[in-house]
Every structure is written in C-alpha cells, then in structure tokens.
C-alpha cells in the first residue's frame, strides 16, 4: 500500500479555485490596502462580518488614512466604535497609527516583523497584512483555519494551546502558494467561515476539500477541532440608575483602565446598591425599570434598573447630563447597557 498524500498538500489548487468562484464581495477585499486589510481585520476580531459592514464604512468615511486616525479625537473614536465592543481594539488602532505617523511617516510599513510590533496586532493580523496587502507568503492563522486544519488532517490537538497553533502556521507556512498568499489566507479564512463552520455541522458537500478530508473519511468532523472548554463566568449582580431631568440622562465616565475603559455608562453598582443616590447626593423619585443581561470574556452582568426623576439638576463632579442629539453624536455608551435603551429612548422623547 503506498504512503497516503498530506490532505494540505492537495489543498491549494481546489481551495484556490472554489474561492474564485465564491468569494464574498466585501469593501476592504475590493481595495486591499494595508490600511484597510488592518482595520477590517481588527474590526473582526470576536465580530462577525455582517455586524462589521457598516462600521466599516463609516470608520473609513471618518478616517480614510493612517494619518486621520492618529489625529481623530478619542471621543470620536469611541462613538464610531460604539456597539462593536472590545473596545480595546480601538485605542490599540490609534495607538497604533500614531506610531505609524511617527515612525514611518505615515506609510503602513511592509515588513512583517514591523507590522507584528505594532499594539493589537498578533500573529495573525500581522500575517493577514503581510500577505494580502504586500504579498508575502506568511500564512495567518486564525480560529477558522484552525478549524479547517484540524479537521482536514485529523488532528487531535488542543487548538487553544500556542503549540497547536505553531504547529498549523508552519504546515501552512510549507504549502502557502507564494504567487497569491494573499488569496490563499482569505480563502481558508473564508472556508471556515462559510463552509467548515465553527457551530454546528460542516458544510461538507460544498467543501472543495471533501474529497482529502481526514475528519471526514473518519467521521470526526463533530469531534474536531478540540478545544478546552473556557472556565465559567462570574456572575456579578448590578443596579443601573437611569437617571433624568427633563430630556437629559444622566452618565458617567468609567476610569482608564479595566472594562470598558473610558466609556459613558448609566450610573450602576453592585446589586443592592440601597444608598447609591444618597451617595451621590442625588434626590428624586425612584422606581424599579427593565432588567437585562451582558456577558464580557470572563464575567456575565445580571442587571435591574432603577429610573429616578431627580428633583434638581445636581450631580457628582464629572457626570454630565445628555440629551437625546449627545447621545446619538457624542457619547459612547456600550451595548451591554442595551436592555434599557427603550427606556431612555422613551424617556428622551425619541418616540
């Protein structure tokens, strides 16, 4: 019996080929410049594509360069984050283009060790970038090609562990066609996430690598990729205090660093949070609102509202009071406070 064929070694000629013909057409594919092959792919990162669409186009209609980023105000910069969360992603973009202004003159550099050095960017942005925008035959080893490797060559190894993912980048790294890199990493980022899909089962009979994968002449592809499940969330319970005078709500700025660093919230606290408003100094009438529910990586935010009618406009030193045109322009407040939305909307008068 002959020695069996490495399923990646047939693999780029037919993935290469399918991806030719079902591609999707998306803005950052139709013009791959570094720049915007970087925003995209970090506007990705825990985001799926459809939900990252328009964002896309208003970030590059706010900032069409690298230069227009370092300069955009961070207020500015959160508002037009506001909803795709992570926010961290976006302070490490501006950091990030203010080095690239200082550093290269503005010019998106091409080599990868510089690319991988600048904040936010990993391994596998930095390959995504190198490839796509400037040809370079590094592979980009995401989620969805470690699925797709796993499952093509049955690998039982752990996909969370760093040594897995060495491991697939530098079998990718030894089959990457070195004339298109750049559609070789988009097609198997496109694969896993159309066809060897990461929930439920895999799409097999519109997989141009059906015929040479391992997982599935062996029935594994429901047990591939391993993965060690993520430990449990911690609960923590919260009173949110939503808080008007008039047609204005009351926010408040979260500190620098930690969750949500920096952005606007509707005051809250640990649950019960009796003596919060005489805390604060603020009087009115308080009743019970909506509940709701956030979930962050590693903690899960169980939520009850309080609405309060203040009697007078005092508040604590740096709150402010928000109308409904600062909210909509103005302040970044993040979706996990999206469960009370319609309260305040309609407390605002947007109804």
Known sequence: MGKRTDPLTQLPIPLLEWYGEHARQLPWRSDPTAYHVWVS???LQQTRVA????????FMDAAPTVADLARMP???LMKLWQGLGYYSRARNLKRAAVQIVARFDGQFPDKYED???????????AGAIASIAFGQAVPAVDGNVLRVV???????????????KRQVAEKLGEII??????????????LGATVCIPNGAPLCDKCPAAQFCLAR????????????????RRIEERTVFLIFRGNKVALRQRGAKGLLAGLWEFPNEHAPAEDALKKWGVEGIATPGDTGRHIFTHIEWHMSAIMVEAVDDRLPHGWVWASRQELDRQYAVPNAFRAFETAVRQQLGYF
């Open 41 to 43: 792919e970090i506007m």
């Open 51 to 58: 939900a990252v669409l328009d964002y896309y186009r208003r």
């Open 74 to 76: 961070d207020e500015q």
């Open 115 to 125: 690319i991988r050095a600048l904040p936010g960017v990993g391994d596998y942005t």
């Open 150 to 164: 796993t499952r093509l060559t049955a690998n039982p190894s752990d996909i969370t562990l760093p040594a897995t």
């Open 177 to 190: 066609p070195t004339a298109q890199p750049g559609q070789f990493n988009q097609a198997m980022m496109e």
């Open 217 to 232: 002449q062996k029935g594994l592809t429901a047990e591939l990729p391993v993965k060690t499940p993520k430990k449990a």
